[in-house]
T-cell receptor, first 114, second 112 residues
């Protein structure tokens, strides 16, 4: 099973809302990632969690707040977003973080900020 | 500064022929490379990878070639099938952090 699941599939939120994106994997992977993908652009790394600890934050604005409650779950809490934050948010996982380990992606959450 | 480049935004080939997708990189610290395939409204799907200690890796219809001196890799798909029509991303892994850096993608269309 190489499945990474993400909920919700689509999300529309206003600039004053608070919402959360969820990601789950049951492959026993110990590294999990959040990426942002704008239309016709490649995925851009936002955060990396390794063994449930935040190891990389790519200078993401504080209105995005990641959380890793356990080794299978990864959340992205959203607050006071801007319309330019509208994008596809992808979660990925790998056996561990580091070179030589393929990342497996979920289907993404399509976020629209109004 | 784009460290991974896919200079061809699109490629069209006939079913049964070979598809060749190209990727160039600039950072010599990259030593692991991956190809992902992406359909619309789905996440990228891992296809094949290659370590810098190799120059070729093959998996069924997919072969990746690496030319370290030229900082160039390519993905060969043979024979191409209509179901291969998708966006293909090349990615490089930074040897210090393991971060994946993606190219801009090439849209492949395989015509029946």
């Amino acid at each position: 099973d190489t499945e990474v699941t993400q909920t919700p599939k689509h999300l529309v939120m206003g600039m004053t809302n608070k919402k959360s994106l969820k990601c789950e994997q049951h492959m026993g992977h110990r590294a999990m990632y959040w990426y942002k993908q704008k239309a016709k652009k490649p995925p851009e790394l936002m955060f990396v969690y390794s063994y449930e600890k935040l190891s990389i934050n790519e200078s993401v604005p504080s209105r995005f707040s990641p959380e890793c409650p356990n080794s299978s779950l990864l959340n992205l809490h959203l607050h006071a977003l801007q319309p330019e934050d509208s994008a596809l948010y992808l979660c990925a996982s790998s056996q561990v973080s580091g070179i030589g380990y393929e990342q497996y992606f979920g289907p993404g959450t399509r976020l629209t900020v109004t | 500064d784009q460290q991974v480049k896919q200079n061809s935004p699109s490629l069209s080939v006939q079913e049964g022929r070979i598809s060749i997708l190209n990727c160039d990189y600039t950072n010599s610290m990259f030593d692991y490379f991956l190809w992902y395939k992406k359909y619309p409204a789905e996440g990228p799907t891992f296809l094949i990878s290659i370590s810098s200690i190799k120059d070729k890796n093959e998996d069924g219809r997919f072969t990746v070639f690496l030319n370290k001196s030229a900082k160039h890799l390519s993905l060969h798909i043979v024979p191409s099938q209509p179901g291969d029509s998708a966006v293909y991303f090349c990615a490089a892994s930074d040897s210090n952090t393991g971060k994946l850096i993606f190219g801009q993608g090439t849209t492949l269309q395989v015509k029946p």
